[in-house]
């Protein structure tokens, strides 16, 4: 069954971007969007002249007072309402509104990293993160059509799961002076390390020039190719190309030739290698850019599509605009560093819409679920156990189960140097695997 939506030319490009979302999700037959001046909202209607009005007020005022605070959504339990009708859940606004993370790009606290705070942001606020009020919204929006239009099919998206690593520090030995581990390894007794594994520390430190990569802890790569093989799973791996900020960027050197015969091993292996534009580079407009250049020419990747930036540190103004530039049309960046949960709101993939530009963007945006470092790190959550960590991965993937989408997961290759986390890590993907596919 076909629905026709007609709507007038105001505010155009945010209605057509629900409508694509609505299409690429829920319906076997997408909606066709059509403009007639003479409608203020939206008029829905069939080929037998059946149809139903809804209105479009919510994109209206906003398109009017675009980048400003004088139109501000009264957020409700399951979703934002107009101004002028508090009561009611405006439920295409809504999914508008948190797919295009408006409220990030006029939002103007920001973290130590100069990324939006997620203390202060709209989701966090009233804990949405923590669901899929745009899966809910759109779902009850065409419940609501179907009731209308009974012959309407709606779907329930399919589950699938990803499984990525972001590479920090790979051949920790190789790479660094030795003075720098003796330091780590004895200084680490103040972060709480016990005597024995700063004894394993000095250890390696030793044996290295004798037995090289065997005694290195964070090189785990082969074994997590067997293990995703196991469970039908593809592994990402995304690369930091330029190493530019000296504290946080990751000391490797793609040029080197352990490096190179790294990577060619994991494409031959069947994984997918990914950008990892570094901790500044978006803190200019062509920065990404230059590290996509530096890791498609020089490493021979001819395919600028997986993007995730280092430190998930990004401007959301102009961040799809920094993405078109660099030509990447698949990003994995919008989750939280310092909670798990969805940033949109959102188990879905979404095209990412340029609020700086007002303009939607082919970009594909896959929700980042969960993240190693976000559970374990002090700075962060600080959950230590293992079986805690297995039990938050848990929860996400159920709540992924239960709204259709992508379980998209994030775990640094340096984290699998404990063999508890590698159980869990094992745990996870049997999980998911057991779930659905992995995309």
Known sequence: MVIQVYTSSHAWTQKEYVIQFLNQHFLEHPMILLKDESIEGWKFTDLQAKHIDYSAQFFHDLDTHWLTNHFIPIPLRNGLAHPQFPEHVDLLGTIFYLLSHYAECIQQEKDIHNR???????VVEKNWHSRCVVNECAQLFLQ????????????????????THDVDRPYKYAFEPLMTHVKRGIGSYKFGNTFKRIFIELGRIILYPFLKNKVDPFDHFDWIIKENKNFNSHPFFYWIPIQAHAEYDSKYNLHDPLMKQLIEKLKNQGATMGCHPNYNS????DGIKENWIAFSDEMSFENKKHNRQHFLKFNPLTFPEQLERAGVVEDSSFGWAD????????SLPYYLFDVKNKKSTPILEIPLCVMDVT????RYMNITHPESVLKEFAKWLELVKANGGIYCILWHNDTLQYSFYRNVYWKVIKLASKAGNCM
Do not use: N, Y
């Open 375 to 378: 559970l374990i790190t002090p």
């Open 116 to 122: 939006i705070s997620s203390m202060h942001a709209l």
């Open 282 to 285: 978006s803190e200019t407009p």
């Open 144 to 163: 609501e059509l179907q009731l209308h239009f009974p012959q309407l099919k709606i779907k329930k998206p399919d589950f699938k799961f990803r499984v």
């Open 339 to 346: 909670r798990t949960g969805f940033r949109a709101s959102t």
